[in-house]
């Protein structure tokens, strides 16, 4: 199956600065790949997401990159403000076949913005 | 935005004992999901389900384990016999039906602890 990993674990930044994680997957025939965010005691909410036919996305602050040869994705937050802090997962689907809706998480990175 | 709800958030149970955990989805939505994620690791995909039936599991979802939507609104996941290594975060999802839509919501939750 789809084996994803996400660096770093942890993350703090001052607020104003940049965040970036990251994230690898196996599956080549991976296409679509979504960021969660969860703050502590709520939900996952998706973020952002991006398909395997571009190269990046933003959405204000928050921008997602691909690189498919290399097999990673990331996960960039400019200009970070402290409710900006929670646990973010990236995400790949499986092998096509595959129920929809069926994903595989990172860890998570934890982070902190300080004010 | 409209919201998955999940019934109980905390659960505690003694080893052996049967629980179901509560779900109910967005109503417009067609598929549904089990999640879950043990303390420190990554949230792990259990079960989907569509029309009624499981389309697809994980090697997780062994016999202990069964999901049924018993009437229009409810989806629940049963657990037959806990075990210690069920204790857990559980997340149920859905998804709209809509094609190229990918966006899983999440539910916020039950923690479930088996002593």
């Known amino acids: 199956g789809e084996n994803v990993e996400q660096h770093p674990s942890t993350l703090s930044v001052q607020e104003g600065d940049s965040a970036v994680i990251k994230c690898t997957y196996s599956d080549s025939a991976s296409n679509y790949f979504p960021w969660y965010k969860q703050e502590l005691g709520k939900r996952p909410q998706l973020i952002i997401d991006?398909?395997?036919?571009?190269g990046e996305k933003k959405d204000q602050r928050i921008a997602v990159t691909l690189n498919k040869t290399a097999k990673h994705f990331s996960l960039h937050i400019t200009e970070t403000q402290p409710e900006d802090s929670a646990v973010y997962f990236c995400a790949a689907p499986p092998r096509r076949g595959s129920t929809l809706g069926r994903l595989y998480f990172g860890r998570g990175t934890q982070l902190t913005v300080w004010p | 935005e409209p919201e998955v709800t999940q019934t109980p958030s905390h659960q505690v149970t003694q080893m052996g004992q049967e629980v179901i955990l509560r779900c109910v989805p967005i109503s417009n939505h067609l598929y549904f999901y089990w999640y879950r994620q043990i303390l420190g690791q990554k949230v792990e995909f259990l079960v989907s389900?569509?029309?009624?039936?499981?389309?697809?599991k994980s090697e997780i979802f062994d016999d202990q384990f069964s999901v049924e939507r018993p009437d229009g609104s409810n989806f629940t996941l049963k657990i037959r016999s806990t075990k210690l290594e069920d204790s857990a975060m559980y997340f149920c999802?859905?998804?709209?039906?809509?094609?190229?839509?990918?966006?899983?919501?999440f539910g916020s939750g039950t923690q479930l602890s088996v002593l």
């Open positions: 389900f569509y029309n009624n039936e499981i389309s697809e």
């Open positions: 999802a859905s998804r709209t039906p809509r094609q190229g839509t990918e966006k899983l919501f």
């Open positions: 991006i398909r395997s036919n571009v």
